[in-house]
C-alpha cells in the first residue's frame, strides 16, 4: 500500500486544524484549574494554621450550609490533633469539572494533594466552586484520608 505525499500532508493539516480548534477550550479550563489551585493554596495556609474562623469564612455557602461553624472548628481540631503539623504536600491532580452528584450546578476543580503530616501520610481533596458573585474560587468540600501504608 503506497502513501501520496499530497493526501498525507492535507491529512496532518486537518489533524493539526483539529487539535487547534479544540486548544482554547483546554486552555479555559486550565485557566480554572490553576485560579481554583492558587484559591486552595491560600485556603490550606489558613487551615493548617488552625484558622478554623478563616476557613469557614472563606468557604463557598454549600460549605457553610453543610457544616456549622462551631463543628467545623471541632472536626478541624481532631484533625490536627491527631494528625500533627503538616510537613510537605505534593499536588497530585487538578481536574474541572461542572458534573458532580448531589451538588448544585457549576464550575468546580476537584484538587488533591498527598501530605505528609507529623504522624501520618494523607490524600487530601479539596472541591473549590467557582462562586460567580464575587468572581472567586472557594472551598466547597475538604476530606482528607490517611494513606493505608506509609
Same mark, same amino acid.
Given at each position: 500500500?503506497?502513501?501520496?505525499?499530497?493526501?498525507?500532508?492535507? @491529512?496532518?493539516?486537518?489533524?493539526?486544524?483539529?487539535?487547534?480548534? @479544540?486548544?482554547?477550550?483546554?486552555?479555559?479550563?486550565?485557566? &480554572? !484549574? !490553576?485560579?481554583?489551585?492558587?484559591?486552595?493554596?491560600?485556603?490550606?495556609?489558613?487551615?493548617?494554621? @488552625? +484558622?478554623?474562623?478563616?476557613?469557614?469564612?472563606?468557604?463557598?455557602?454549600?460549605?457553610? &450550609?453543610?457544616?456549622?461553624?462551631?463543628?467545623?472548628?471541632?472536626?478541624?481540631?481532631?484533625?490536627?490533633?491527631?494528625?500533627?503539623?503538616? !510537613?510537605?504536600?505534593?499536588?497530585?491532580?487538578?481536574?474541572?469539572?461542572? &458534573?458532580?452528584?448531589?451538588?448544585?450546578?457549576?464550575?468546580?476543580?476537584?484538587?488533591?494533594?498527598?501530605?505528609?503530616?507529623?504522624?501520618?501520610?494523607?490524600?487530601?481533596?479539596?472541591?473549590?466552586?467557582?462562586?460567580? +458573585? +464575587? +468572581?472567586?474560587?472557594?472551598?466547597?468540600?475538604?476530606?482528607?484520608?490517611?494513606?493505608?501504608?506509609?
Amino acid at each position: 500500500m503506497s502513501y501520496h505525499p499530497a493526501r498525507l500532508l492535507r @491529512g496532518l493539516t486537518i489533524l493539526l486544524l483539529v487539535g487547534l480548534v @479544540g486548544t482554547p477550550a483546554l486552555a479555559q479550563h486550565e485557566a &480554572e !484549574e !490553576e485560579a481554583a489551585h492558587e484559591a486552595a493554596e491560600e485556603w490550606l495556609v489558613l487551615y493548617d494554621d @488552625g +484558622d478554623t474562623e478563616a476557613t469557614w469564612d472563606e468557604a463557598a455557602l454549600i460549605f457553610q &450550609e453543610q457544616i456549622p461553624q462551631q463543628q467545623w472548628d471541632a472536626q478541624v481540631e481532631q484533625i490536627h490533633a491527631g494528625l500533627g503539623a503538616p !510537613e510537605e504536600r505534593t499536588l497530585l491532580d487538578k481536574r474541572y469539572t461542572e &458534573e458532580l452528584p448531589d451538588v448544585p450546578e457549576g464550575e468546580y476543580v476537584i484538587i488533591q494533594y498527598q501530605t505528609q503530616y507529623e504522624n501520618a501520610r494523607t490524600t487530601e481533596t479539596l472541591t473549590m466552586r467557582f462562586d460567580a +458573585d +464575587d +468572581d472567586a474560587w472557594r472551598t466547597a468540600g475538604y476530606f482528607v484520608d490517611p494513606d493505608e501504608e506509609q
